[in-house]
Every structure is written in C-alpha cells, then in structure tokens.
C-alpha cells in the first residue's frame, strides 16, 4: 500500500470516529442519566436525583416500601436541566424478598412522604402483569398476600413504590 492510500485511510479512519465522538456528546441543555434500580455509585446517589422517600404506617408497623420505576429533574439554575430515568421490575418481583406485614380491614393506613405529591394513586397487582385499577385510598378487604403499587407525581417527576401486606 502506497504512502497516499495509507494516509487516506488514516485520514478516513479519524473522520469517522470523530463523527461518532461528536454524536456520542449529550444535548447541553438537558442530561439524561440512566442508572439501575436501587443502586448508587462509588460516591453515593445524590438525593436531588430520586424522588422523595415513603413510610407507610399500617396500624402500629411500619412499612418501608421498595422504590420502583421513576423518572426525577432537577433545575441545574444555569438554564439546564438533570433528569433520572430508573426502570425496575414489576411490584410483585420487587417486593419478593420482603416480609409482608400483617393487616386487616380495620386497621389505619397512612403514607408520609418525605415530600408531600401534587397527586398519588393505589394500585392492587393480581400477578406479575394485571392490576385491579387505581384508587385515592387502599382496599383491605380481601384474603392473603396482596401486593400494593403507589404511583406518585411531583412538579419534578414521577414515582413508584411498591409493598405488600398479608390479609386477614
């Protein structure tokens, strides 16, 4: 190979990663980062990039729900905005490994949000892919293991949170 054909494919070679760097780089004004549920980097997660935390207070227990799916911005004040985007299981594979607490259709169940949503809804999962509806308020009435989805939204983004409680 000639000297000229060599410095061509050099030359070609570069171009091409060049347009891939350059195709690689993130829009400045918006940044995506797509992270793995429930899990942080070497130095922590930052807490301005998941939503806020979630107690539940079922009679006198309290439950510690699982963070599920969410999607958070935060305004970077320079005109740019940080959005997390987190995918995760469906609420009965999160809640697999939980102990459910005990219920029953008396009992008082209240959710603290660390910070209170502009709206939040209930869901009841039947099976890894079916829910019975959404609703304001949590139904007790039933038998067994059931199994709870609460989808949150704030101004920043939205939230889910999954737990399960043992019917009696």
């Not at 940044?31 to 301005?48: F, K, M, R």
């Not at 970077?76 to 029953?104: F, H, I, K, Q, S």
Request: aromatic residues 6%.
């Amino acid at each position: 190979m000639t000297l000229r054909k060599r410095l061509a494919l050099i030359g070609l070679t570069c171009s091409m990663l060049l347009t891939l760097a350059a195709c690689a780089v993130t829009n400045e004004s918006d940044e995506t980062v797509e992270t793995e549920p429930n899990q942080t980097d070497d130095a922590g997660e930052d807490p301005d990039l998941s939503p806020p935390g979630l107690t539940i207070q079922v009679g006198e227990e309290t439950v510690r729900p699982v963070l599920g799916i969410y999607r958070w911005s935060i305004d970077n004040e320079d005109g740019t905005t940080t959005t997390t985007v987190v995918d995760a299981a469906a609420p009965p594979e999160l809640v697999r490994t939980m102990d459910p607490v005990e219920a029953t259709s008396d009992m008082s169940v209240t959710f603290d949000f660390e910070e209170e949503p502009d709206d939040y809804s209930i869901r009841i999962w039947e099976n890894e892919s079916t829910t019975t509806g959404s609703s304001s308020d949590i139904d007790l009435s039933g038998q067994g293991e059931v199994v709870y989805e609460v989808q949150a939204e704030w101004e920043q983004g939205e939230a889910s949170y999954a737990f399960s409680l043992i019917l009696e």
